[in-house]
């Protein structure tokens, strides 16, 4: 890949949804970082500096995707159904410039440690990555032999996940296990500020989250140590969901997931789920959204054999998006935060992620009139431009 060796670059007339609307304002950007904000802003005198005259286009954080299958997922229909990882542009061409990486129903074929090497790889290739240990099954395969440990040691390691409840593909493990799991998650958290979160997949199972409600009831993990996922998969798991993030939970809707693609039809549109959610009384900051992006979309049959399999596609998150502000009628900068702002609390990653700010990350979205993507910053570099990637992956021709 070609450097960049150009330092400050200034965006004019930019319409910024920071989330909040700012109005039409510059940018000025500097190295990674954001270094100001404002009307009229004065370049660096004497200093290379690129400057683009947006026109009033709209401006927003570059999207965390909380739930991606960086090294691929799948193989429940044997080792030719195994997806394959991802590259670099199909991640940045989707508007996403964070990613969270982990495994999932196969945590033997594939590795932590690989997990580890592809988010390492995506740094090095221009965007910011994390990674949760673990995968469906309980106990689940770790880096040190211990969640808690990797948590506390890998930097990159922010969590568990995806443990699998309610699933014919989990290791039915009991309550005690999930119980104890989420006390590691926590403790690695306290040690090591971070977010120590549980990303947990959530299956068709009768069951539900009837589990995250009891280990809720004792009073000593709190809610916000689980990240339940897939959340509007199937009506029942949603209506238990919200009564979840009514109780100050978060609920995780999955944009890859739509009644349209075969084997979803009993789900719930994602950007309606979140116009319902909010609706029935789940606060704004409790809704996140994330793709499955390089996971599978098995298709299984009433006995939960496998008929069919698909990909998950980052892109499904512009797609939910823009259903969420123009079909559903959510105001822009809510339906950003869903997206950008409430996953980097819920990561704790806040301090540098999720916001247009001074001092925050430069991570950004160009968006068109019809919430198409345009242009693309990752870390005060642009890798999309009108529409096309200007950086590929090492491997990408």
Known sequence: MKADTRFFTCLRHARVYA???????????????????????????????????????????????????????GGEGGYHTRTPELMLSQITMAGVTTVCGLLGTDGTTRSVINLLAKARALETEGITSYIYTGAYELPTPTLTGSVRRDIVVIDKVIGAGEIAMSDH??????????????????VGGMISGKAGVINMHLGDGKRGIQYLFDIAAEGEIP???????????????????????????????????????????????????????????????????????????????????????????????LTELRDMIVEENIPREKAIAIVTLNVANALKLHDRKGRLAVGMDADLLVLHDDYTLCDVWARGRQMVQEGRPVVKGTFES
């Open 19 to 73: 989330p909040e609307d700012l109005g039409v304002v510059d940018l000025l950007l500097a190295g990674e970082k954001i270094a100001c904000i404002g009307e009229n802003l004065e370049t660096p005198v004497g200093l290379d500096c690129e400057e683009i005259d947006l026109q009033g286009a709209l401006v927003m954080p570059g999207m965390i995707d909380g739930h991606v299958h960086i090294t691929g997922g």
């Open 169 to 186: 593909r989990s290791g039915q493990p009991s309550y005690e296990e999930y119980r104890k799991l989420a006390a590691e998650a926590r």
């Open 223 to 317: 809610r916000s140590q689980f990240l339940p996922t897939h959340a509007n998969r199937n009506r029942p798991l949603f209506e238990q969901c919200i009564k979840w993030g009514k109780d100050g939970g978060f609920l995780d809707i999955t944009s890859g997931i739509n009644p349209n693609d075969p084997g979803s039809e009993i789900c719930v549109k994602p950007a309606e789920a979140v116009r319902e959610a909010l609706a029935a009384g789940v606060p704004l900051k409790n809704i996140t959204m994330s793709s499955d992006g390089g996971g599978s979309m098995p298709v299984f049959d009433e006995e939960g054999n496998p008929v069919g399999v698909g990909v998950g596609d980052e892109k499904t998150m």
